[in-house]
């Protein structure tokens, strides 16, 4: 559109005067309001631009802009479209944009790059709690007016991203996003970003004003987002010796690869900038090079190789003060089994003697095993299973969550265990409270915490569920109870259901107020400092008074990641005393293995190590779908077994996982909270060669988390509920493209889960507890009349062949239990006979983890290690002050 043109069509609002540039996206005029006598930049969206996003949806989400309000933000006028042009308008701002300035002056005095940036951030930070994300900034958008930074573009990037149009951005030439200020997540392609994208740009722009040149430059945008993700940026000390060492530092922070490892958000980064003691523990590393570890001489601790020694981490970390303690690493390898799966697998006694953790053992179960921790062997103290296990204050003693879900004491000594109470959830937490108490979590957690005294006798309610929820609604499940000294305070973790951030708060009392504190799973507390693990497992610290019951600093990463975060667990333990242990985040990850009927495997692809949380064979057995948890967020990937391509199908949602094919194959079924603030999941499905837009098949006011297809395609049946941690699950059906009602067909006070249709569309198998303990069922499909029991003593998983004359499951010890289908219009069974042992095959207890090939001989499994490595760091707590500058 010629400026004559657009003049002619905004006449009786603007007069348009000249042409003041353009940019990738849009081309900005000066105009002048003719009702409000003003000066306006009035930006008109590129044709191809629009044509792509779509004028409607894109004038729908600016919207969201215009309710932004503040002072370091330029704020929306107006929008509109005529003759297929859209526009947007803007105060026209008599100043110069950042980029003016740094052609100008290449470099900025320190104080002035600083203010800058500290208003940037704090428009951002304002932008943030108002679920607006930037998602370009660059000094082109930053307008300084009076000396004063002014963000522009609220929305336009934020736009096209929202729409469908954003996934055609290629087609235009355009992306979203600057190559110099690119996060290395929206380099990547990601599409759910976060504060922490705008944190790295904001990181990027003060390198820039402070060095003259982004962090990292290159002759095309494809070098330069090379760099983005596999280059450390130089260091800023290197570069201008004069600046602050804090502000360096804060840069440093927010430049980091992984989001987790940055500021959490812009107002962070704002109070970084001001705070002159920040980063203090690194003063005087210069280059990012010293941030290796070297030169790290070995030494043996009762006969286990050390890892490091005091002399290699006073290279590494340089403490402004001397270390007091001798800080000691090394390596324990156990047998992994599922250690990697919950916190209250891993216990250190409060002298940081003993370390205690839950592992396979004699005949693949669960045992609990205690070690000296200079000794080379442990102690097996319970070989019948065993979940949750915490030392008593003086170290004498073990309480343990047996496999009957009891909760008893085992004395160190050998004598027999007794029991103190029954029905403590398995994977809820435990701790022995210096008062003498045992805190736990009730089975299902819909009960709150509860304690028992130490000597038995009756359970008392600590705090109730209901007032768990008074500040946090959904999905929230208490976890990892931990008292605090004094005996004031219990922190606890809020899991929020899979594949969201934890909830971390301290609970008072005395008062029973709960205070939320920060996100974050498996908080613990040690030496004056607040321990607990991102969703990405990076261990952070805060500063933290045990007797105000709050933090008294911000958070800080340890440098240290482990197993764990996303799903309100972490594999790490401390000591009062100050040592530390943990699982490093290998424990999370998994190879895909056929396992034949008699327990021999052959690992699909050794290059292929990923968070698997389910997989699903196509039904030509030619394709894999496979959900992977990445760091704060999952998706569903295909893996193409004969041209050993792995390809991303989903790009939206904190959870993803359960996938499905369809029975043509044309098509995945998964389980998302896509595009729900609530984070409740529904069912999806995405074409399986990625084109086109996820469609809705499941919406529930309940989680819809299972999805199976009969084998024609014409029948969908489908799990809903537990979205608050007491509501039972329960399996509805519907007919595809007839009558597409949703039906219950087995609705309980029970819990049922883990619904399957027979390839003949005549059964359908799924999991209950309504005898007490979770079986197989199967009925009739679709009647329902009718109803057989499959399992005996415990099933999960179950899963028909291809041809549906045998239908597997897992028993309770993780064995593969097969048992044939008989013939005939009745359902009738054959004797149960097990395969193979799959404890080292991952199970998340809810759903189906594994498939079977078309032909029946193998099957298809997510292969845990087989060892892992548990990292045992003696006065660990000296490291960490020196860090902290203390």
Known sequence: MTIESLGASLSDRYRIERELGQGGMATVYLAHDLKHDRQVAVKVLRPELAAVIGAERFLAEIKTTANLQHPHILPLHDSGEVNGTVFYVMPFVKGESLRDRLVREKQLPVADAVRIASEVAAALDYAHRHNVIHRDIKPENILLHDGSALVADFGIALAASRTDGSSRMTETGMSLGTPHYMSPEQAMGERDLDARTDVYAVGCVLFEMLSGEPPFTGPTPQAIVAKVMTTAPTQLSDLRSTVPMHVAEAVHTALQKLPADRFATAGELVAALKDTGYGRARAGQGSAATLLRSNRPAMLLGGIALLTSVAALWGWLRPSAPVSREVVRFQ??????????????LALSRDGRFLAYIAPGERNLLSLFVHEVDQLEPVVMLTEGGWAAAFSPDAQSLAIVNAESQLQILPRGGAAARTVHEGVDQTGGLEWGADGFLYFIPIGGGQGVWRVSEDGGEAGQVVANDTLQAEVTGFNRPL??????????????????????????????????????????????????????????????????????????????????????????????????????????????????????????????????????????????????????????????????????????????????????????????????????????????????????????????????????????SSIAFREGFTDGTTNRDIFVFQVGNDTTRHPFVATPADEQNPKLSPNGKWLAYNSNQSGSYEIYVQPFPEGAGRWQVSSGGGSEPLWSRDGTELFYRDPEQNLVAVPVLPGATFATGPRRTLFSAL??????????????????????IKRPVDQELVVVINWIEELKAQAGR
């Open 332 to 345: 324990r390898s156990i047998t992994a089994g599922n250690l990697g799966d919950f916190s209250s697998r």
């Open 480 to 713: 990892f109870p931990a008292l605090l000294p004094g005996g004031k305070g219990l922190l606890v973790t809020f899991y929020r259901g899979p594949g969201v951030e934890s909830d971390i708060a301290v609970v008072n009392l005395e008062t029973g107020v709960v205070s939320y504190l920060v996100k974050g799973a498996a908080a613990r507390y040690t030496s004056g400092y607040l321990l607990y693990a991102t969703a990405a497992g990076i261990l952070m610290a805060a500063p933290f008074d045990p007797g105000a019951l709050t933090m008294q600093g911000p958070s800080r990463s340890t440098g240290i990641t482990v197993a764990g975060g996303t799903e309100g667990w972490a594999a790490f333990a401390a000591s009062e005393t100050g040592t530390l242990v943990y699982a490093p985040p290998t424990a999370g990850r998994s190879l895909l293995a056929w396992v034949n009927r008699d327990g021999s495997e052959q690992v699909v692809n050794t290059e292929l190590w990923r968070n698997f949380n389910g997989v699903a064979l196509s039904a030509d057995g030619g394709r894999i779908a496979m959900g992977i948890n990445d760091p704060g967020k999952s998706a569903i990937w295909t893996y193409d077994l004969a041209q050993q391509t792995v390809s991303r199908l989903t790009f939206d949602g904190t959870l993803v996982w359960r996938p499905l094919w369809s029975p043509d194959g044309s098509e995945v079924a998964y389980a998302s909270d896509r595009g729900n603030q609530a984070k409740l999941r529904a069912i999806w499905i995405q074409r399986s060669d990625g084109s086109g837009q996820p469609r809705l098949l499941v919406g529930s006011e309940r989680h819809a988390q299972e999805v199976t297809w009969s084998a024609d395609g």
């Open 840 to 861: 080292r095959y991952y199970s998340d207890g809810n759903a189906t983890t594994y498939d079977i090939t078309p032909d029946g001989r193998r099957f298809l499994m």
